[in-house]
Nanobody, 125 residues
Framework: QVQLVESGGGLVQAGGSLRLSCAAS????????MGWFRQAPGKEREFVAA????????NYADSVKGRFTISRDRAKSAMYLQMNSLKPEDTAIYYC??????????????????WGQGTQVTVSS
């Protein structure tokens, strides 16, 4: 069973940057794709970015392409989301998740079976 803990959220002005971290523990973490999702008040959880088990392939939502960068450090059992040029519409709770075994860079929540508790990101205008 994989356990995930996010950190790094906070309050930032529009145009600023934040780096989110996701610490993972448990078996089989290193060989699974992972992803970041976010959920704003009153909205459904949406895909942000995903990375394959080796870190060599990534996938991004159109809304964050060119601004966010996902990465992982298998030796540290960690995943990161570097967020630059933040906008007020990026305000949400950000969750990291581990994909089901054998799946790829999926953008659907049902393809992920382990979730962290979330970290709040607030971007002021």
């Amino acid at each position: 069973q994989v356990q995930l803990v996010e950190s790094g959220g906070g309050l930032v002005q529009a145009g600023g940057s934040l780096r989110l971290s996701c610490a993972a523990s448990g078996r089989s973490f290193s060989f699974r794709a992972m992803g970041w999702f976010r959920q704003a008040p009153g909205k459904e959880r949406e895909f942000v970015a995903a990375i394959n088990w080796s870190g060599g392939s990534t996938n991004y939502a159109d809304s964050v392409k060119g601004r966010f960068t996902i990465s992982r450090d298998r030796a540290k059992s960690a995943m990161y989301l570097q967020m630059n040029s933040l906008k007020p519409e990026d305000t949400a709770i950000y969750y990291c998740a581990t994909a089901k075994p054998g799946t790829g860079l999926n953008s659907q929540t049902y393809e992920y079976d382990a979730w962290g508790q979330g970290t709040q990101v607030t971007v002021s205008s």
